[in-house]
């Protein structure tokens, strides 16, 4: 979820010509290999200290690892990702409760209402907005229901 680990994904170098290292020091940790966008999402602060202790992923601390979280469940663009996300609206963080808005925005318009949980991403969404006292995550979420 980090920015680094994803250029080596993509980079068009790596995709041709690079072949997997032989060497242990190299190889993803068992628990962080293919981890679930899910259940990721709904990590506590707690669990997040726990799981990333020692790790480089601290660094951007619990909203910016949820925020990167988010931004891939949206661009995912999977109803399965509609509960979890529902909850992330209301986390005490704006950053992510503006990108879980964004992400469920996503979700909305390709599942659309009454859409395979589309009900349950607008009124997670319309919800919020009538308590949401930031104004870029306010933004995010008439965006979100509405479109820009």
């Given at each position: 979820?980090?920015?680094?680990?994803?250029?080596?994904?993509?980079?068009?170098?790596?995709?041709?010509?690079?072949?997997?290292?032989?060497?242990?020091?190299?190889?993803?940790?068992?628990?962080?290999d293919g981890p679930d966008l899910?259940?990721?999402?709904?990590?506590?602060?707690?669990?997040?200290?726990?799981?990333?202790?020692?790790?480089?992923?601290?660094?951007?601390?619990?909203?910016?690892?949820?925020?990167?979280?988010?931004?891939?469940?949206?661009?995912?663009?999977?109803?399965?990702?509609?509960?979890?996300?529902?909850?992330?609206?209301?986390?005490?963080?704006?950053?992510?409760?503006?990108?879980?808005?964004?992400?469920?925005?996503?979700?909305?318009?390709?599942?659309?209402?009454?859409?395979?949980r589309g009900f349950v991403a607008?009124?997670?969404?319309?919800?919020?907005?009538?308590?949401?006292?930031?104004?870029?995550?306010?933004?995010?979420?008439?965006?979100?229901?509405?479109?820009?």
């Amino acid at each position: 979820m980090l920015s680094r680990h994803i250029c080596q994904e993509v980079c068009p170098f790596n995709r041709r010509f690079a072949e997997p290292a032989g060497e242990p020091a190299y190889e993803a940790a068992s628990d962080t290999d293919g981890p679930d966008l899910m259940e990721l999402m709904g990590m506590t602060e707690e669990e997040f200290g726990e799981r990333f202790s020692g790790s480089p992923v601290k660094r951007a601390k619990r909203r910016g690892f949820l925020r990167n979280v988010a931004l891939a469940l949206g661009n995912w663009g999977s109803v399965q990702a509609v509960p979890v996300l529902a909850r992330a609206v209301e986390d005490d963080e704006a950053l992510v409760r503006g990108h879980a808005a964004w992400a469920l925005g996503r979700i909305l318009k390709r599942a659309g209402i009454p859409g395979d949980r589309g009900f349950v991403a607008a009124e997670a969404l319309l919800g919020r907005l009538e308590v949401e006292e930031d104004e870029w995550v306010r933004e995010e979420i008439r965006v979100g229901l509405w479109g820009e």
